[in-house]
C-alpha cells in the first residue's frame, strides 16, 4: 500500500469543520470517489470532526490519499487530546451521547466507512481512524 | 453576522440553502425562522436544500427541531430538494429524518403545503370521527 500524499489539518473552531468538509471533498473527487461515495466520506469527516471538536477539545486530522493495487483510499485520522472515552461500547451505540447530539457520530461514521477503528485512552485522547475504499 | 435570508410569501416562508451551513448558521436559521412564523403569522414554511452537498447528523437535527418547532406554533414545515447522494448517506448513517415532511422539489413542496392548510381549515369544521382515517399527514 502507497501513499498518494498526505495533509494535516487543526480542527478548532465549528469554521474548522467546514474546512474540513471541503478539503475532504477535493481529496474524494480527486481520487475520483462517485458521488455517493464523496457524500459518504465527507458526511463522516463532517461527524468525526465535530466530536473532536465538542468531545476532545478540538485536534487535528490527518488525511492520506492510498492506493493498494487497483484500489484507491482516502484514510482519515482524528486525534484529539481530550479526556478520552470511558466506555467505548457505550459510545458506539446509536442514540447514546453525552452532549446535545444525536449519538450518531461514531456509529455513523463507521457505517459510511470501509474500515474502522477507534482507540481511547483515558486522560489522554481519543483517535478514530476511517477509510473508504473504492 | 451571516444569515440565511427567509423569505415572506403570503403565509408562506421560503428558505432556500445556499452555503454550506456550519454549526452556528443552521442554529442561527432555527432561531430566525421561529421568530418569523410568530411576528408574520406564517402557517407554513418550506426549505430548499437542493445546494446542500452535505447533511450530517447536526443539520439533520437542525431540520428536525424546526418542523417540530413550526409544528407547536401551528405551522407546517417542507423540506425540498434533497440530492440522492445525501438522501442515501442520511439512512445509513441512521438519520431517518422522523417528523420532517419532504417533496421532491419546490413545486411538490408547495402542494403539500396548500393540500396540508386546506385539509387543516377543512377539519374544523368537520366533527373528529369524519376526519378519522382519512389523515394521511401521520407523521414520519
Redesign the interface.
Given at each position: 500500500m502507497s501513499t498518494l500524499k498526505d495533509e494535516t489539518l487543526a480542527i478548532r473552531s465549528?469554521?474548522d469543520?467546514?474546512v474540513v468538509?471541503?478539503v475532504v471533498?477535493a481529496w474524494a473527487i480527486e481520487l475520483r470517489f462517485s458521488?455517493?461515495d464523496?457524500?459518504?466520506i465527507?458526511?463522516a469527516a463532517?461527524?468525526l470532526a465535530?466530536n473532536t471538536l465538542d468531545y476532545g477539545g478540538g485536534g487535528t486530522v490527518r488525511l492520506a490519499a492510498l492506493l493498494e493495487g487497483s484500489r484507491r483510499g482516502l484514510r482519515l485520522v482524528f486525534e484529539d487530546k481530550g479526556p478520552g472515552i470511558p466506555d467505548l461500547a457505550l459510545a458506539m451505540k446509536?442514540g447514546y451521547t453525552t452532549g446535545g447530539?444525536?449519538g450518531?457520530?461514531l456509529?455513523?461514521a463507521k457505517?459510511?466507512s470501509s474500515e474502522f477503528s477507534i482507540d481511547s485512552r483515558l486522560g489522554e485522547g481519543t483517535r478514530v481512524a476511517i477509510t473508504r475504499w473504492i | 453576522m451571516e444569515r440565511i435570508p427567509i423569505l415572506k410569501m403570503g403565509d408562506h416562508l421560503l428558505v432556500t440553502i445556499q452555503v454550506?451551513m456550519?454549526?452556528?448558521l443552521a442554529t442561527t436559521l432555527q432561531d430566525d425562522l421561529t421568530e418569523r412564523i410568530v411576528s408574520t403569522h406564517a402557517r407554513a414554511v418550506l426549505i430548499d436544500i437542493s445546494a446542500l452537498?452535505?447533511?450530517?447528523?447536526?443539520i439533520?437535527?437542525t431540520l428536525g427541531n424546526i418542523a417540530a418547532m413550526s409544528r407547536i406554533l401551528d405551522a407546517q414545515t417542507v423540506v425540498v430538494g434533497m440530492?440522492?447522494?445525501?438522501a442515501?448517506?442520511l439512512v445509513?448513517?441512521?438519520?431517518a429524518l422522523k417528523g420532517v415532511r419532504t417533496a421532491l422539489n419546490v413545486e411538490k413542496g408547495m402542494e403539500v403545503l396548500r393540500a396540508s392548510l386546506a385539509e387543516t381549515a377543512n377539519g374544523a369544521w368537520e366533527s373528529d370521527d369524519a376526519r378519522k382515517g382519512t389523515d394521511v399527514h401521520a407523521e414520519g
Open positions: 465549528a469554521d469543520i467546514v468538509r471541503q471533498r458521488l455517493v464523496q457524500t459518504k465527507v458526511t463532517s461527524e465535530r446509536d447530539g444525536l450518531l457520530g456509529g455513523g457505517r459510511l | 454550506d456550519h454549526d452556528r452537498e452535505v447533511v450530517d447528523s447536526f439533520g437535527r440530492r440522492p447522494a445525501v442515501i448517506t445509513e448513517l441512521g438519520l
